[in-house]
């Protein structure tokens, strides 16, 4: 009985230790990680786009791309945690001013947000009806999934990070709103 006690008070110490360090290190919770997805993601992205690729006697292709895809959505949201938990952190008096985060911030305002989320959700619509307009010129019979698929990965990765930087932006506004 009074071990378990101590063992149990013991886990949920070192659980609210940890999350202390995970709150006062949102580069390495969530930047790091973040970052390192999203340039994974764009470069398999990138590589396989064009056609399968062979490495030895392994086929790349459009299933690849779907992760990669998914790695830059999840690495971009990552990044975007990592300001807002910078940004909270310093609005609660958790963490000092950072320098270099204020001087970003001249640049990166709602209204940049705004204007790339837009583009990205531009790029990501024409891609989208460049993609139903190929399925058109089928007669809208069935798709070659592969040839479809290396259209319209693009185009919704892009609409879903055109769609995070626009709310972000919103958000990281919002969180602005305090510090000003």
Same mark, same amino acid.
């Given at each position: 009985?009074?071990?378990?006690?101590?063992?149990?008070?013991?886990?949920?110490?070192?659980?609210?230790?940890?999350?202390?360090?995970?709150?006062?290190?949102?580069?390495?919770?969530?930047?790091?990680?973040?970052?390192?997805?999203?340039?994974?993601?764009?470069?398999?992205?990138?590589?396989?786009?064009?056609?399968?690729?062979?490495?030895?006697?392994?086929?790349?292709?459009?299933?690849?791309?779907?992760?990669?895809?998914?790695?830059?959505?999840?690495?971009?949201?990552?990044?975007?945690?990592?300001?807002?938990?910078?940004?909270?952190?310093?609005?609660?008096?958790?963490?000092?001013?950072?320098?270099?985060?204020?001087?970003?911030?001249?640049?990166?305002?709602?209204?940049?947000?705004?204007?790339?989320?837009?583009? /990205?959700? =531009? #790029?990501?619509? !024409?891609?989208?009806?460049? $993609? %139903?307009?190929?399925?058109?010129?089928? @007669?809208?019979?069935? +798709?070659?999934?592969?040839?479809? /698929?290396? =259209? #319209?990965?693009? !185009?919704?990765?892009?609409? $879903? %990070?055109?769609?995070?930087?626009?709310? @972000?932006?919103?958000? +990281?506004?919002?969180?602005?709103?305090?510090?000003?």
């Amino acid at each position: 009985g009074k071990e378990a006690a101590v063992a149990g008070q013991q886990r949920r110490d070192g659980w609210r230790h940890l999350r202390f360090l995970l709150l006062y290190s949102p580069r390495w919770l969530f930047l790091y990680p973040g970052i390192l997805l999203t340039l994974a993601g764009l470069a398999v992205g990138a590589w396989l786009v064009p056609g399968p690729r062979r490495v030895g006697s392994v086929t790349f292709d459009v299933h690849t791309l779907l992760y990669a895809a998914l790695a830059v959505v999840l690495g971009f949201q990552s990044i975007c945690f990592a300001f807002f938990t910078k940004i909270f952190a310093i609005t609660e008096g958790l963490l000092p001013e950072d320098p270099r985060l204020n001087r970003l911030f001249r640049y990166v305002t709602l209204e940049t947000g705004l204007v790339v989320g837009a583009a /990205l959700i =531009l #790029a990501g619509l !024409a891609g989208s009806l460049f $993609a %139903v307009s190929e399925w058109g010129r089928g @007669a809208f019979g069935p +798709l070659e999934p592969t040839h479809t /698929l290396r =259209l #319209a990965v693009p !185009a919704f990765t892009a609409l $879903a %990070v055109g769609v995070q930087i626009v709310f @972000a932006s919103f958000f +990281l506004s919002v969180l602005g709103l305090r510090r000003r």
